[in-house]
């Protein structure tokens, strides 16, 4: 039988991928976002706020999805408040989703904030120790990935559905105006030191340059949360989910360079962030997205240097374990450059970067 699925926050990084991939896998799909993207072919859009409970039920009242994935959040100004807004977004949705009665699987995307602390606390105070695994306990601090968690516990312990919760490091995937994206993000860079002759600095610590590290392709997340929803050794479990290799940045960042033709600055000895390396480069990314036809010229709708400063900049090694995975049966792997070069070359294409 057809699979009903429901992508919550479709025009994201995480959504936007899924979608393709379980339309391209004959699900029937509907894709949820304030803004449903119109350019996946076979998408079903459902327009709403998950904020708005009420627009919700009214948006959802007519759908009848056998999945749901909720691959979305919104932040706030405080901890206390991303709390507050994305715990009520994931219960008002499974609320406006209960009368139904259709929902068997729910899966709920977060990440490895659930062992770095959230933004106010990120990367401080006693954290565990990498390789980062599943089975450690919560850290003892406010973090809104545990209010959504909970939420979709008390959910599913109520209405009879099986869960399960994926855990990314840095996401490198294909979404335009997305709030986290590295690959955008560095692809844009070093487009404008190859044209201007500015320097490929690297923006972080010492600690990412020389630790080992690891990233998720938004490619392979959506086949996990694919076969998490229909394995069932894989219900009702919280899952990691990276490449499956590991790297030095002080290696990626050469070969990231290589690919733009550019030259790469290894770390300085002090952080060089990127918000500040980029922040009078607004007027030049316009220029030349004039002179090129490229689809996005406001440099930062398009970038989120803020986020790749705080992956780049962090003062520990972070290797996140995936073994719980494999002993269930998940063993897809991708190559960690080739993320990034299938993101630069599906960039060029789409008119992103030239």
């Not at 706020?49 to 007519?62: F, K, P, Q």
């Not at 406010?142 to 840095?170: C, I, K, M």
């Not at 392709?217 to 949360?225: E, V």
């Amino acid at each position: 039988m057809t699979k009903t699925a429901l992508v919550v926050g479709a025009s994201g990084i995480v959504g936007n991928n899924l979608a393709r991939h379980l339309l391209a896998k004959g699900w029937n799909v509907h894709g949820l976002a304030r803004r449903p993207p119109a350019d996946i072919a076979g998408l079903k859009p459902v327009a709403a706020d998950l904020t708005d409970a009420e627009g919700l039920r009214a948006a959802l009242a007519d759908l009848r999805p056998s999945h749901v994935f909720i691959c979305t959040w919104m932040r706030q100004a405080t901890e206390a408040e991303n709390i507050k807004v994305n715990a009520a977004m994931v219960r008002n949705l499974l609320d406006a989703l209960r009368p139904q009665q259709s929902v068997q699987h729910v899966a709920l995307v977060t990440g490895l904030k659930h062992y770095l602390g959230p933004f106010e606390a990120y990367g401080k105070g006693a954290l565990p120790a990498s390789p980062f695994r599943e089975s450690q306990p919560r850290l003892d601090t406010e973090n809104f990935y545990y209010a959504q968690e909970d939420e979709l516990y008390a959910a599913a312990s109520r209405d009879g559905f099986t869960w399960s919760v994926h855990r990314p490091h840095t996401i490198i995937g294909y979404a335009i105006g997305n709030a986290m994206n590295m690959g955008v993000t560095l692809g844009v860079f070093a487009t404008i030191c190859r044209e201007t002759g500015r320097k490929f600095q690297f923006p972080g610590s010492a600690a990412q340059w020389n630790g080992l590290t690891d990233v998720t392709d938004a490619r392979l997340l959506a086949r996990q949360l694919e076969w998490a929803a229909t394995t069932e050794a894989a219900r009702n479990e919280a899952l990691n989910i990276v490449n499956g290799d590991v790297f030095r940045w002080s290696w990626m960042w050469e070969r990231i360079a290589g690919w733009f033709g550019v030259e790469p600055v290894p770390f300085s000895g002090e952080e060089r962030p990127l918000a500040v390396q980029m922040r009078d480069c607004g007027p030049v990314w316009a220029d030349l997205a004039a002179k090129h036809g490229l689809i996005g010229p406001d440099l930062f709708s398009l970038t989120s240097a803020w986020h790749t400063d705080a992956d780049l900049g962090r003062p520990i090694e972070v290797v996140t374990d995936m073994s719980k995975s494999r002993r269930l049966g998940f063993l897809d792997y991708q190559a960690s450059d080739d993320s990034f070069f299938d993101l630069f070359e599906r960039l060029r294409r789409e008119r992103v970067i030239f």
